[in-house]
């Protein structure tokens, strides 16, 4: 059956005529054959309906708080489904300058230090054990696989890092999860799969291994990189744990763990965490939601771009890895 | 350019290498040098954070003392070890909570994206089942303390529901910081935040299987029902087992970056599972030896169970995650 490949996200618009034609009829045919009875549709109507509200109701009401004016908040008890005008205050307030922003300009150094470092060495490593019949190709790919089946568990990997001597530093919430060995097979599955011939006319023409990589390998398959780098930047913005555990350093939290401490610890924001720009400081619950609503938009711009191929990159690293 | 030159001399034109005697070691080394550089801090990494802590496990068998280090400390044998049979009070807590969250786990969460899986298949419009899926895949990436701060925004005491039915009257009530449904939020919040994406595998595997198999059914007059029991059950079969067997393998972690994030408001009792006893015991308490034998058990544990379900997959025919 050709679906899956054909057309799962709508990417492949080359995808032939007659094949998808035929997938349509299949469909059609199928339908036809068992159309569902009225209560089975219903219900399943419903509850997918409950299912999508289940997650969109809430952001509604958390972007809604964080913009409705500070004595519609304090009236209605703390939460707003409907503001009644736009109010920036609370953005304002937490952006110019205190904790907040210093924890966004964390994460983002972080988010995009952390991408690029990952795509790098991921693709280099990938390209490498591609590239079978060199030395050490064999147990070197062995290292990897092995890697997916164990953690090495949560004191090691402490002890680990501060042997290294990254605790407290920046660099403990990127390196220690710089290579993910899953997305290493998921890239060099994708670098196996491009056609020899290419490959081969490159070496012929003198080309160097390097720049065989560069030139033919990275630029073929940017598709797959660019996924592989939304998911290590969705990772890193997403970083709560690293940091948890090695930045003892509140001046050097990034976002998430700010998150924690004022949103779901619920501890107040003085006017010393705060920035300079507020007269008079907004509720509380607004600053909760509009700091929960800054961590959550970048997810929301980069979707858009995930959400286009990784059905894709999910079934290639499942199927093959 | 070079790794062209380094292997010419002999033979110019493309002879295949089998024939050739193989070349000695250090040959090799400096003929796929470049493959070997491009490797390099990839492998470096891997081995300095996933083998190389490894060996950090040795302070299970020891009196641990950080300022020490591992060389300085003092062995003691199976001690540390000893919290697992003798009966610790709050290793047992954290061990029950495990178990029990694996269990919920298991029988709640596991079999719902496979439900919303075919709901979503069944839908006839193709936009309509890719609106579904991109609303649902949404929350999967976002982190815990979202996921976390978006439900207490939403149930907790004074979050959006209670606020609605203050509003209106009704009694209300506060699940975050209730220690009885602590189980049930923690289900209900990994089922909103990875039903979705857990669903996709199975959305792929729906869409391969063959359509006459359908079509064949119904005309020997099997129902919608049937067709769902003879049809498309045995055609996820496959992927079912799977990934059960790889959830298997992380039976033992039941989530620990949600559990610590919530562990304040309900307390340890309700809270701690064998993750979370780790952290508080060695890295917040101190007791380094005890967490990492702790650690060290359940890591063997994980891998047994892997090794095992693998094993048992093949013998029921199945391919299971790898050949060895």
């Not at chain 1, 209605?76 to 409907?82: A, H, Q």
């Not at chain 2, 694996?102 to 609106?131: C, D, H, Y």
């Not at chain 2, 009694?171 to 220690?179: K, M, Q, R």
């Not at chain 2, 093949?314 to 995650?321: I, L, T, W």
Request: aromatic share 8%.
């Amino acid at each position: 059956m050709s679906t899956t490949t054909q057309n799962p996200q709508g990417t492949a618009p080359g995808a032939s005529g007659p094949e998808l034609s035929t997938a349509a009829d299949a469909r059609r045919r199928r339908a036809n054959l068992n159309a569902a009875g009225p209560v089975e549709k219903s219900t399943k109507t419903i509850v997918l309906v409950i299912a999508c509200a289940l997650v969109i109701v809430p952001f509604i009401g958390i972007v809604a708080t964080s913009i409705a004016p500070a004595d519609q908040v304090t009236n209605s008890g703390g939460f707003v489904l409907f503001p009644r005008e736009i109010d920036l205050t609370a953005y304002r307030s937490i952006l110019s300058g205190g904790v907040v922003s210093r924890a966004l300009l964390v994460s983002i150094g972080i988010t995009a230090v952390g991408t690029f470092l990952s795509l790098l060495i991921t693709a280099m490593l990938a390209w490498a054990l591609s590239r079978r019949g060199t030395v050490a190709n064999r147990p070197m790919l062995l290292l990897v696989l092995f890697s997916l089946l164990f953690s090495p568990g949560l004191i090691p990997t402490y002890l680990a890092v501060r042997q290294f001597g990254l605790i407290d530093t920046y660099w403990s919430l990127i390196i220690p999860t710089v290579v993910s060995g899953f997305n290493v097979i998921v890239v060099r599955s994708f670098f196996v799969s491009l056609p020899d011939e290419i490959l081969d006319a490159a070496k012929v023409d003198g080309a160097s291994e390097w720049q065989i990589f560069r030139r033919i390998g990275i630029p073929l398959s940017r598709a797959a990189l660019a996924v592989i780098g939304l998911f290590y930047g969705v990772n890193y913005w997403n970083a709560f744990f690293n940091a948890l555990l090695y930045i003892n350093d509140a001046a050097k939290w990034p976002l998430q763990m700010v998150l924690r401490t004022y949103v779901v610890n619920g501890a107040q924001m003085g006017t010393s965490e705060l920035g300079t720009a507020v007269e008079a400081a907004p509720p509380q619950e607004t600053i909760q939601m509009a700091i929960l609503v800054i961590s959550i938009v970048p997810i929301l711009i980069v979707y858009p771009f995930l959400q286009r191929h990784f059905s894709k990159g999910v079934l290639t690293g499942a199927v093959k890895g | 350019m070079a790794v062209t030159d380094m292997q010419s001399p002999p033979t110019t034109a493309s002879p295949p290498p089998a024939r050739r005697p193989r070349p000695s070691l250090l040959r090799r080394i400096l003929r796929d040098r470049t493959v070997l550089l491009l490797a390099l801090p990839g492998m470096v990494l891997l081995i300095g954070f996933q083998y190389f802590p490894l060996l950090g496990n040795v302070i299970a068998f020891q009196d641990f003392q950080p300022y020490l280090g591992t060389d300085e400390s003092l062995w003691n044998g199976l001690d540390n070890f000893r919290i697992l049979v003798t009966g610790d009070p709050a290793f047992l807590n954290a061990l029950r909570n495990t178990l029990v969250l694996t269990l919920i786990q298991s029988v709640m969460i596991f079999p719902v994206p496979i439900v919303l899986a075919l709901m979503v298949n069944s839908l006839m419009s193709e936009k309509l089942r890719q609106g579904v899926m991109s609303v649902l895949y949404l929350p999967h990436f976002l982190s815990w303390v979202i996921v976390v701060a978006v439900f207490q925004q939403m149930l907790g005491g004074s979050g959006m529901v209670n606020n609605l039915l203050r509003s209106n009257g009704l009694p209300t009530f506060d699940v975050i910081g209730n220690a009885d449904l602590f189980k049930v939020l923690l289900t209900s919040q990994v089922i909103w935040k990875d039903t979705g994406w857990a669903a996709i595998l199975f959305i792929a595997v729906l869409a391969g299987i063959d359509k006459s198999l359908y079509e064949a059914a119904a005309v020997d007059g099997a129902s919608r029902f049937q067709q769902t029991l003879n049809v498309t059950l045995p055609g996820l079969r496959p992927i079912v087992i799977l990934l059960f067997i790889l959830q298997l393998g992380n039976s033992l972690s039941v989530g620990f970056e949600q559990i610590i994030l919530q562990q304040q408001a309900v307390g340890i009792d309700a809270s701690e599972v064998l993750d979370t006893y780790v952290f508080n015991e060695g890295i917040a308490g101190g007791q380094w030896g005890t967490a990492a034998a702790v650690g060290l058990v359940k890591s063997v544990i994980g891998l047994i169970l892997v090794l095992a379900a693998n094993k048992i997959a093949h013998a029921m025919g199945e391919e299971g995650v790898y050949r060895a």
